[in-house]
């Protein structure tokens, strides 16, 4: 019996989601896809995106030279974080409308291993992801986020594809 049935064999209940996003039209529309599954569920959502921050104190600290163009991507860096925020919070407000309980949750961290840890850490239930099949060499050069949750992920993981586009 896997982690995702009951002792009747019927698959688990979904009370909380996950949806990772990277602020895009698609994203959005994932997103929408999963309020859609939440609601007659019950379950509530997570947002949450992950990047990682460049170290700008490396620079900073070894070349005097460099101190006036760390302390600009420092500040740079903390605007897009703002920015990121703020998307966030809209988002959360915009797509309340759902009647679906919707949280946001930001980290720093690569985004494949951020959302795995993001699903165990709130015991999600279910994981609702884009992705944007790439072909070939692309595919195996730079790899997948979804594939890495995929593979990775303590709960199911939906795979949602942009409308009008097949999977390759």
Known sequence: ???????????AAVHRILVPTDLS????????YALELARPLGASIRIFHSA??????????????????????????????????TELEAICQRKYIFGVSIEYRMVDGRPAESIVDQAQEMH??????????RPGVRHL?????????????????????PRGESAT
């Open 52 to 85: 990682v921050q460049p170290d700008y104190e490396v620079p900073y600290l070894v070349s005097p030279g460099m101190r006036g163009a760390a302390a600009a991507m420092i500040a740079k860096a903390a605007e897009v974080s703002d920015h990121i925020r």
């Open 1 to 11: 019996m896997s982690d995702t049935q009951s002792a009747t064999g019927s698959p």
């Open 124 to 133: 999600a239930d279910l994981i609702v992801m884009g992705s944007r099949s």
């Open 25 to 32: 039209a698609f994203s959005e529309q994932v997103l929408d």
């Open 141 to 161: 050069l730079l790899g997948s986020v979804a594939e890495k949750v995929l593979r990775t992920a303590p709960c199911p993981v939906l795979i949602v594809h």
